[in-house]
T-cell receptor, first 116, second 113 residues
Framework: GENVEQHPSTLSVQEGDSAVIKCTYS??????FPWYKQELGKGPQLIID?????GEKKDQRIAVTLNKTAKHFSLHITETQPEDSAVYFC???????????????FGKGTLLTVNP | DSGVTQTPKHLITATGQRVTLRCSPR?????VYWYQQSLDQGLQFLIQ???????AKGNILERFSAQQFPDLHSELNLSSLELGDSALYFC????????????FGPGTRLTVT
């Protein structure tokens, strides 16, 4: 089955700096890669996702890049703010419009701390 | 707020007991997923239902079962509980078919004593 590795496990940055979290996946059939933010006591919140037919996607301060050949994808957060502090999870999934196997395989998470 | 609701928020029970966790998906979403989150295993997929039918199974124990009702809410039943079943249980929903973004509920924290 799919295996997703995520690094680093913890990341501490100064407010205003950029943060990068990297993930690798094992199954070349995976074609959907979401990122979730989880704050203490809450459920994971979908913040951005990318499909395998694009290499990069951006949403304001957040961007995700995908390298299908190397089977890795990354989350980039620019101009970090204290409210960005949370645990971030990457995930991978094999999806097709006619199928049903949309389960997500998650990385172990990255605890991001943004220091004011 | 994702629009996915889960009850109860917290559950404390004893070993050997049985509990039921409930999930209501976002309006219009046909697919429901259950995940378990623990410190050692991380977020693990348990089971998926689509429009009332089981569609995929993950690392779900035989002591656990789930169902999705005609109104699309879902229940996860955990029986013969063990200490190791203590975890956060999340439900997620998605429209299904070609639209597969998953939105998570707030979770149920289960503590088995």
């Amino acid at each position: 089955g799919e295996n997703v590795e995520q690094h680093p496990s913890t990341l501490s940055v100064q407010e205003g700096d950029s943060a990068v979290i990297k993930c690798t996946y094992s199954d070349s059939a995976s074609n959907y890669f979401p990122w979730y933010k989880q704050e203490l006591g809450k459920g994971p919140q979908l913040i951005i996702d990318i499909r395998s037919n694009v290499g990069e996607k951006k949403d304001q301060r957040i961007a995700v890049t995908l390298n299908k050949t190397a089977k890795h994808f990354s989350l980039h957060i620019t101009e970090t703010q204290p409210e960005d502090s949370a645990v971030y999870f990457c995930a991978a999934s094999i999806n097709n419009s006619g199928g049903s196997n949309y389960k997500l395989t998650f990385g172990k998470g990255t605890l991001l701390t943004v220091n004011p | 707020d994702s629009g996915v609701t889960q009850t109860p928020k917290h559950l404390i029970t004893a070993t050997g007991q049985r509990v039921t966790l409930r999930c209501s998906p976002r309006s219009g979403d046909l697919s429901v997923y259950w995940y378990q989150q623990s410190l050692d295993q991380g977020l693990q997929f348990l089971i998926q239902y689509y429009n009332g039918e089981e569609r995929a199974k993950g690392n779900i124990l035989e002591r656990f079962s789930a169902q999705q009702f005609p109104d699309l809410h879902s229940e996860l039943n955990l029986s013969s509980l063990e200490l190791g079943d203590s975890a956060l249980y999340f439900c997620a929903s998605s429209p299904g078919q070609a639209l597969y973004e998953q939105y998570f509920g707030p979770g149920t924290r289960l503590t088995v004593t």
